[in-house]
């Protein structure tokens, strides 16, 4: 039988610093802009669970971080660590199975061939220590059939724990969880949930078919499978390179507000590219969904015209296509923003570093009319 084993990286930044500073073990440390350097914009990146204990968490402004723990200890976002460490970890990974599909820097899909839920829980068990011993890491692993019901397992096992889900046992695993325990169940959707009655997964498989179709269409049929412990998934192994990796989050509060938008696109569109940049490929397309309070849907996308690798050129296009989508919208029926999701496609490869032309001339080159700049040097041509 086939398992997935979902890993997830427990506080992912926070353990990559706390590897290099072990004298803050134990204490509230948080990734971010400092707030006691004075006002700034920004969000908290990860948080210790001895920080979650004061209330905070991913996405945060971090002068509510301040406000709920002043005690914390906040550390500057190094990348460059992070992405090296990702790559560690892909590397562990691979030695157990070809099968590897990442869903963001830290979270990752390992499908296994095991005769059953003790042999696959044990393969958790060794991939679990092998990532601990050797990158002093923790992680967390869920295991089952289903890659969704392994990630609602993984959830349920932070920190550092392994849960396995046998496939007899799907369904009564499931049936008592709130339904905010599922992926893309937020904040509204539970709202909407619990005013039809439903605040269980199990509640789900009730006489609700009708309305859950009516309300949330295709995802209400979703719903309904997992409840029942059948997910429908589509095959989760990618022949050849990966075509996109996406980010998103569904907000707390449906929002009209255009800066808290930006800000929540901004880290979005930074955490899709270092995770495509993690993986070795740049992008050549992003891509901006919207899911509107009626939960009705948008996209739009822009081709940049050669890949591209960094965060500069998907925070500025994501943002660009934010404000435009908004702009429509603000001429229609201007409703407020439910989910916000950024996704990075026609990946390529990374065959080096790309180079800036301001630091190609920095570093000396000729730089008289006749001086010839290569690919190498300043990456491919913009196609017009």
Not at 32 to 59: H, Q
Not at 126 to 143: F, M, N, T
């Amino acid at each position: 039988m086939r398992w997935c084993l979902y890993v997830d990286m427990d506080a992912f930044y926070v353990s990559c610093e706390l590897r290099d500073h072990p004298e803050l073990r134990g204490q509230p440390v948080a990734v971010g802009p400092d707030p006691r350097k004075g006002p700034v914009r920004g969000v908290v990146l990860s948080a210790s669970y001895e920080a979650r204990t004061f209330g905070l968490r991913s996405a945060m402004p971090v002068g509510r971080a301040h406000a709920l723990c002043p005690t914390a200890v906040w550390l500057p976002a190094n990348f460059r660590k992070y992405e090296a460490a990702a790559q560690q970890v892909r590397s562990v990974l691979l030695r157990f199975s070809s099968e590897v599909v990442p869903y963001s820097i830290d979270e990752a899909a390992v499908w296994v061939e095991a005769a059953g839920a003790e042999e696959a829980g044990a393969l958790a068990g060794r991939v679990q220590s092998s990532i601990a011993d050797e990158l002093q890491l923790p992680s967390s692993i869920g295991v089952s059939p289903f890659r969704t019901v392994a990630k609602i397992a993984t959830d349920l096992a932070k920190p550092r724990g392994i849960r396995v889900v046998p496939p007899e046992d799907t369904q009564d695993f499931l049936a008592p969880l709130p339904v905010r325990a599922v992926p893309g169940v937020g904040p509204k959707t539970e709202a909407i949930l619990e005013g039809l009655g439903i605040r269980t997964v199990g509640e789900l498989r009730g006489p609700h078919a009708t309305l859950l179709q009516r309300r949330f269409g295709s995802f209400g049929e979703e719903l309904m499978a997992l409840a029942s412990g059948t997910p429908r998934e589509a095959s989760e192994l990618e022949v050849g390179p990966p075509k996109s990796r996406s980010s998103d989050r569904t907000l707390n509060e449906d929002s009209r507000d255009v800066e808290l938008l930006e800000e929540a696109v901004r880290t979005l569109a930074e955490e899709a590219a270092r995770g495509v940049q993690a993986e070795g490929f740049r992008y050549e397309t992003v891509t901006l969904r919207i899911r509107w309070e009626d939960f009705q849907q948008v996209q739009r996308g822009h081709t940049l015209g050669a890949a591209r690798e960094g965060t500069e050129p998907s925070v500025r296009e994501a943002i660009r296509l934010l404000r435009e989508l908004l702009q429509d919208e603000r001429a229609g029926r201007n409703r407020r923003v439910r989910l916000l999701s950024v996704r990075l496609g026609g990946l390529r490869p990374r065959l080096g570093t790309q180079r800036r032309l301001d630091r190609y001339l920095r570093a000396g080159r000729p730089r008289g009319p006749h001086a010839a700049l290569t690919t190498a040097d300043t990456g491919p041509s913009p196609k017009r």
